[in-house]
């Protein structure tokens, strides 16, 4: 019997003990926390979003990461799709259901949707797989050959399994235990890795004192938001820092691109320029107060076009109906990694060959978040924990 150690318990660490173990091997999970699977708590918040039911080529398409290898990444997907996540959670006594977004969620359980139910089902069955838990343990170091060392109440752990997961995470959301402390041991084995960056997060807006006066915490309904390639449909809120909202959340990896990071909003992207100011009529003056009622603007809108500097004051219809169609928003910065959902950069892929398996250190293999890699909310970023986590468990099993 092959004896498995996995690094981390999130997502893509429990997972990965339990492919694992279904396959035959004695597994021990060590993670630094309390208790595991503390983001899957914290991902259950808002709903957790467990998959995307949506076809395989747009699925793919989500995804991306510098050099991310696309025949790779497609096969990872693959052997553990959207199907199949929803069937391993219906195993696990949960049923899903798809909501009108194609988000794929736990059927709600006393009429809300909770993470709780699937966690503890979750766990109980890793336990009656004979996985062991050993919570407390901060992973410190390893040696070759395959020699672990952990942190565990004041005295040091070591450990030398037939192969290791590394399952530990990028650099969100640390009070769960994702501090990215592993970049330092990699580090130390000459494993190179791409710079964490704030993903899924907001950006941030030197807003005029009087926009944050109108309009702080009021939502821009109804935009189309544009990045250099990208551009995404929905709804952004105005913060105090700037902007937060699925469209620039989408649209991050675009606004990373850029030399001066910024995005173009088309707040009316149902009319075009003519008929803005077709509905405008005879107006001269007042540009902005009419237009808020004859284009039906959102006061937070308005307070952008009357405020923003180096716009205005309006000198025509055309003008104004130019820039509601192409509002260009400076952006300074993300905001801390700390508060995003999700975070870029990781492992480079060079490091790691088809079998997820660390090439300078054999029989150590990543898996989850750690590697570079990112994807947008709806589902994407758990599906792609739970794929790349069969994938490095698979791979351990097969190695002689």
């Given at each position: 019997m092959k004896n498995i150690a996995i690094i981390g318990g999130g997502p893509a660490g429990l997972h990965a003990a339990e492919v694992a173990a279904k396959l035959g091997a004695r597994v021990a999970l060590y993670d630094a926390m309390p208790s595991v699977g503390r983001k899957f708590l914290v991902a259950g918040k808002s709903g957790l979003n467990l998959t995307h039911d949506e076809a395989l080529e747009p699925f793919l398409q989500r995804y991306s990461g510098k050099d991310l290898p696309e025949p790779l990444w497609r096969e990872i997907i693959e052997s553990f799709d959207n199907h199949a996540l929803r069937k391993w959670a219906a195993d696990l006594g949960i049923e899903t259901f798809v909501a009108s977004s194609g988000k794929v969620f736990p059927s709600p359980d006393k009429g809300s949707i909770k993470a709780a139910p699937l966690l503890r089902n979750w766990i109980k069955s890793l336990r009656d797989l004979g996985v062991t838990f050993h919570t407390r343990h901060t992973w410190t170091a390893f040696n070759k050959p395959n020699q672990l060392t952990f942190s565990h109440q004041g005295r040091q752990v070591s450990i030398r399994p037939d192969a290791t997961i590394i399952a530990l995470g990028g650099a969100s959301w640390p009070q769960t235990g994702s501090t990215a402390s592993w970049v330092d041991i990699l580090k130390s084995h000459d494993i190179s890795t791409t710079p964490l960056s704030s993903a899924n997060c907001g950006w941030e807006v030197a807003w005029p004192t009087a926009i944050l006066e109108d309009a702080e915490g009021l939502p821009l309904k109804n935009l189309l938001v544009s990045s250099g390639e990208g551009s995404r449909h929905g709804e952004l809120v105005i913060t105090r820092d700037g902007l937060e909202g699925g469209p620039i959340y989408h649209l991050g990896p675009h606004i990373r691109q850029q030399s001066q990071a910024h995005i173009i909003i088309d707040f009316k992207p149902s009319l075009n320029h003519t008929e803005l100011v077709s509905r405008m009529g005879r107006v001269k003056r007042n540009f902005v107060r009419e237009a808020?009622?004859?284009?039906?603007?959102?006061?937070?809108?308005?307070?952008?076009?009357?405020?923003?500097?180096?716009?205005?004051?309006?000198?025509?219809?055309?003008?104004?109906?130019?820039?509601?169609?192409?509002?260009?928003?400076?952006?300074?910065?993300?905001?801390?990694?700390?508060?995003?959902?999700?975070?870029?950069?990781?492992?480079?892929?060079?490091?790691?060959?088809?079998?997820?398996?660390?090439?300078?250190?054999?029989?150590?293999?990543?898996?989850?978040?750690?590697?570079?890699?990112?994807?947008?909310?709806?589902?994407?970023?758990?599906?792609?924990?739970?794929?790349?986590?069969?994938?490095?468990?698979?791979?351990?099993?097969r190695a002689q």
């Open positions: 808020r009622r004859r284009w039906n603007l959102d006061p937070a809108t308005c307070s952008i076009l009357k405020h923003m500097p180096d716009r205005g004051p309006w000198q025509s219809v055309e003008q104004l109906a130019h820039e509601v169609k192409n509002c260009r928003i400076p952006l300074t910065g993300p905001r801390p990694i700390a508060e995003a959902i999700s975070s870029a950069g990781g492992i480079c892929w060079q490091e790691i060959d088809h079998n997820l398996m660390l090439k300078k250190t054999p029989r150590v293999y990543v898996a989850g978040e750690m590697i570079d890699w990112e994807a947008p909310t709806g589902g994407y970023l758990m599906q792609g924990c739970f794929a790349t986590a069969a994938h490095a468990a698979e791979s351990a099993m």
